[in-house]
């Protein structure tokens, strides 16, 4: 895609840039630099190659030196292309690997004195010598991120190269402990925010592309809110955000939200916030997970500061509601999609349909019972097939509203035949239905979304 | 002592305080708190044990709800007696430990199967389900400070309950990768720093106490400097700081240093930078080693900040050496201390022998001789008996010279008979000095040091 | 006294410091002086005497320069002795005065022609030349400090040189202008604050001296506060502060609000706060004043903060009660103080009285209904003869109480005999009662003041 | 022109917004608010006009309510429309001025008596009460701002309205001393000032454009600085700000320097520093001068900051070369412009004439000569016709070249026929440059300018 293409090109990472702690970590490895030379005599750090530095980096006692080979392996790295980086990788994955024999005899000593020695020894010899080989990197500046950026390129190469599985591992097992919610701190985004932080919005927005500074603007108005999650090793890089728009009443539909010119805007006293986004940010942090907590706490803030608010509500897509679909309606022997059904729903093909007052009138009942069967039967495991139903419904929201003609673009109409979900965040009984699906499976939703079910099913 | 009486009752532990992050996680803890209430329809949450919040919070999937269950566990712990809080932590040991025979039958299939997934079983395995459990202690309001006092309770019991060493080591491995190098900040301490934090100089000084605010004043001036490491979720609280004067000459006594009423102050063009004092403030961090990069770094903003600074050194504590000359002294084969020599030495069994002019020359070059023996020769294992010395040479730093009455208090007498040494931080061998302490167990010394052991020895 | 003698010697002025803004100005001016060197080809700059250089700065056009010589006057002024700033300000007087002539011919021009041009070189010509020389010497780092401190130097001059009055007039002038309340920023000050302001706080509380760090501590506990006005050239200045005890129910003595082992602190929900101390920071800015806002202010502040506040009062000294009592002891005519009562009177000759139980109860009604007297009938032209008492009426607030055994320090005695008042600031009646003060002349008090008049009186 | 017209609409003055400044000031005006309502008992403070509100704010002395009266002003004045807001500062010139006959009577009595007393009374007799009026005005939220806002809407009235005169020089007198050089703060802008602050260099740059937030980016780049001074209670308000381009040598041309494709960015050790834009924000502030004070500081800055800079020169238009030029060859008398001369510069006609390669050739020489005759020769009265260059001459600058296609924008040949001026600021010759310019009358030009003027003239 267009838009991932130019992540790739223009920004190949998260960076922590000129923070203080940079500034701070550079004159480290400044001077280790200094130091190195001067031990070699040599007016240029001996040139390695960069698994020589990574060797290096482990086997050296002094900190100042180790700063600055840590800080040689993050320019290293960040300049090498994709090839060279998956190469790089998969010498980690061999060379600082676990040494098999070790962990066997460490095995072998655990079982016959299972004391804390033993244990402490196994412990050691099952983690790679690659995990200290990264702590040592997070001491360079933009260590941080480039470890981070490490773990987006690995997940980006391990279908093709399965060998990389180990140091994926490893990074994911630091980056859950560094990433502690514990360091995280939430702040809120508005036109006052840093321009250098603000053009981030606009490249991580995947969900609704943000066309311009004008339409982020529009974002961050009086009647908008947006917060993020970011770690203090990382100061200008968002780590996840959610856009919200405080309005009257549930919203039912995308455009009039990002409207530039809708006049609604400086509401006085809204009653209901809708969450309309949620992005991640760093690809590199996939899987630790942070979304769910931000919701919540982002509902805290607003119900603190906005007492007039007494609905908290998702607008969502459905993404994955027309493919869902499309296997329905291939499926001879489909309970929900009949005959003269399908028919009907061959007129999708065309995005066109939805100009066509007469088609949307066929289809708008028939897609909103099929949806509600989407969303509340079909499984994948014990779980939902949608995987934003899934989130929401792991954290503990309730489905609302299925909203016919949510989001008309194209995008919306590929995905869900222009369906969006309204998921209510209800603090009174986000615990209680948090048990509900993950011990029960069970899919809360209110009646007049089960009621479209029709039949009187469920 | 009274000084760490003065801590135990004083100030049971570092707090974050008033922090942004703490108030952040304030919040989120009341509002699960309010989640808790309303699952179980209790007006207050389920009263527990802390054990039993332990279990809970190890088990709830709630984020929010566990944040709240995180913070009961931090505040119940701090509300406890010392011995609650070893029986809470042998509690700790007993019930969170590895299952030894599932590290076994792990480590019976790691050997079938040296697949990555064996191996991250056999990991998982080896790790303590308590380690899990203080990452999530981690997300409550003071966690960290929590866990790190956890750590000095720990450390302060493990003599007589030696079953506490495997939750010691959990929390060492977890604070390692937390207060990994590449997170900490160095601050200038100086007289516009909050007011809360210097007072905590004030309690953390205790290689030359500070005896008052004016005391601390004298040693913020124009012509001093400190500087301390930050944990960016310990705001409030340094870690370890560093007390440095900008004199002319290599300083060879403390008095002057702390002199109050001093003349020099405003020096024009210091061309020497003393550390005359370094003090770790966190016991529970002990072994968490930012000693020798803090000296290193705060080397590198002064020559940056300072051009006319020439020379970087230490004026230490030599703080064994009277235990060990007392040792000499009762050794009759000790081919330091002869007959005539220990009677002169007998002198020092009074603090008053400081007084008489005749004393003090009479041992002068006596004491000089022998702290030079006691500093080149004298070993532990391959490393120097002193422990100040041992962590300046290994640093990369040479012993520069011994002085005479350079701490004429009774401390400085009880400890090393009045001596001090200076240790010079010369950039251009300061990795060869390390590498020579390291690699050959050499003691890198001044001409002059070593001369002092006569005899043309050395 | 001790204490301004001190100010004086040790502390000659307010300064802006460190500040970003004062760095900005010195480098400007050090620009300035490189400038001036290039121009005249010297090294140095021209030795030109205090007064030289005033006249060099209200001739130059050259902004670099012009900062470079406004920061050599507030060096020199700094530099000089009180008796030669005399001098030196006497210069002002007579070289940068008024053109008597300019102005009678300026009002011929303007009686002529009544145009707006006419009115303007009018005004030209009744400005003295030195309110732009104060204005450029404001450029200087430090300026607005030195010129704080030169209307300091003034006002304790002015009673043995008259010929002043118009300089200091000129600086009321600017000074007025420049501290305009609308610039004035209220910080609330605790212990976060850094030591280099709370320092200050030590050196300018003269109301109840603050005897150390620790009694400076007790009053920025949980349940005091203390709020500030800053001016934004004077980050680091006070220029008038309030401390506040929270508590229950109105105080009615100093000792318990200042005593740090008291065990009340952290009160929850405490439902009055007591202003017990106000102090003007700088003698410089005396009448430019901002203590009326200032209460008002903080009474709004804490009002929002802490909505278990019900009652806002101060507990107050009654300065001049003492002296006006011995006045009375000594007219033969009081219609107050008749024979009986002088000689119960003479018992407070010796401040020992108040040890006497005896003495004691045989004053307490008399005292109190002489301090009703005091404060409700002694007048000054129009208005009550005691400061404290016309600041605060005339802020709008009511004499509520008068508190016997209230400061039992010997400064306590000396001024009101034990005596302090409470004055109540009830945001209702405050714009009420103020008129009533001013237009009127009435001393709003409470019935219990009045009471104590006996008789019915009142 | 379209810009002014939007800033008309959109953008009707500064905003001081939501510093903390103003939110402190609507606290307290909000508080003023309660107290009128309480005094007057009405649920809504008096329906008054704004006149009467003004008469109100001066004859009140509670300072609370004093502040809400303030407020209510500044927000009547800012609903008005522009012909009753011109109204309303007729009616301030005409019930707020001077009195006439207590002038006369004041002049007399200092005839009679040169006291200080005398003077001080004919010094309050010349100013109008409209100065206290707006010093109780500046005490509003956004106080500061719409004073500024009242003397751009008189600046723009004045022509139309000649008797609204004296209220701008009442508001001039008061803008001088408040926005004292002594108060102001330079900050530099780049990629991480608020975007808030960041759409204001937008909206206010009119010299070059700024296109687009890429566009704008563009300047802020690492080869690329800006610079603007603030004043602390307008924290969000640029005053004015400067542009400046790191580049190797003298910049002859714009498009180079705002081309955004531009590869040479991230230059290495730039030599010369290009001012190619300055910008006066405040229309309200005109008069009130701060660029040659920027100028001056912004060069010692960056000499600091990149020591590998050696020339500080503007790339600068020359706004009126073109309308002088075509006076010129109305002339028939014109000692410049010849016939043969007169019939070349008949082609410039036409925008077109840029794109041919023949007229260029046939104008360039000529062009040239005649800019420097405008540049060194044309006066209006001792100065040169060019405003610009008036203010970079007489801020001690050189005027170094003229640049033929230097700025070939449609504007660029309206102005100029695309030529532009790089003066030099040289900080050796600076103050002796300015010097001759304003006591002689000097344009101080380097021997390739003066050389094109031809015939050996000058």
């Known amino acids: 895609m267009a838009k991932s293409d130019l992540i790739e090109e223009k920004a190949p990472a998260p960076q922590a840039g000129s923070s203080r702690l940079n500034r701070f970590l550079n004159s480290v490895a400044d001077a280790g630099l200094d130091l190195l030379r001067s031990t070699t005599g040599a007016k240029r750090p001996p040139k390695r190659t960069l698994l020589q530095h990574c060797h290096a980096l482990l086997s050296t006692t002094g900190e100042a030196s180790g700063t600055a080979i840590a800080r040689a392996i993050v320019e290293g790295y960040r300049a090498l292309e994709t090839e060279a980086r998956i190469e790089f990788l998969g010498a980690l994955a061999r060379e600082f690997d676990v040494d098999a024999d070790a962990i066997l005899a460490a095995g072998d000593s655990y079982r016959n004195d299972r004391s804390l020695k033993s244990l402490l020894a196994l412990s050691a010899a099952v983690e790679p010598a690659r995990q200290e080989l990264f702590r040592r990197i997070n001491t360079a500046p933009d260590g941080i991120a480039t470890i981070v950026e490490m773990r987006r390129d690995l997940r980006r190469a391990l279908d093709d190269h399965p060998e990389l599985a180990a140091v994926e591992a490893d990074l994911r097992h630091l980056l859950i402990s560094w990433f502690n919610r514990g360091f995280l701190e939430l702040r809120r985004i508005d036109w006052n925010t840093p321009a250098a932080i603000l053009e981030k919005l606009i490249r991580y927005e995947t969900v609704h592309a943000i066309e311009s500074w004008e339409d982020l603007h529009r974002r961050l108005d009086s009647d908008r809110r947006c917060f993020a999650f970011f770690h203090p090793a990382l100061p200008d890089e968002p780590l996840i955000f959610v856009e919200i728009a405080l309005v ?8 009039p939200l990002l409207d530039r010119l809708n006049g609604e805007r400086g509401l006085r006293d809204p009653d209901t916030a809708i969450f309309y986004s949620i992005n991640n940010c760093q690809e590199g942090l996939k899987g630790i997970s942070f979304g769910d907590f931000l919701i919540k706490q982002v509902v805290l803030e607003l119900a603190r ?47 066109a349909w939805i100009e ?18 989407y969303l509340l039967e079909a499984r994948q495991g014990d779980h939902p097939v949608d995987p934003v139903a899934r989130f929401h419904l792991r954290n503990g929201a309730r489905l609302e509203r299925i909203n016919w003609l949510g989001d008309p673009s194209s995008k919306g109409l590929r995905q869900s035949a222009s369906l969006l979900a309204n998921y209510v965040y209800d603090l009174d009984s986000i615990e209680r239905n948090h048990e509900a699906y993950v011990v029960d499976h069970k899919v809360i939703a209110s009646a007049q979304v089960t009621r479209l079910l029709g039949n009187g099913r469920r």
Chains 1, 2, 3, 4 share one sequence.
């Open 248 to 255: 009257r009443g549930l919203a039912s539909a995308i455009p």
């Open 305 to 351: 500061d906005l007492p007039s608010l007494k609905t908290f509500a998702t607008l969502s897509p459905i993404p994955k509601f027309r493919s869902w679909l499309t296997r329905e309606m291939q499926n001879p022997d489909s309970a929900l999609v009949s005959g003269e059904n399908r028919a009907a729903l061959q007129a999708m093909e065309n995005d």
């Open 356 to 373: 066509s007052h007469e088609t949307r009138e066929a289809l708008e009942a028939l897609l909103l019972r099929l949806c509600a069967a």
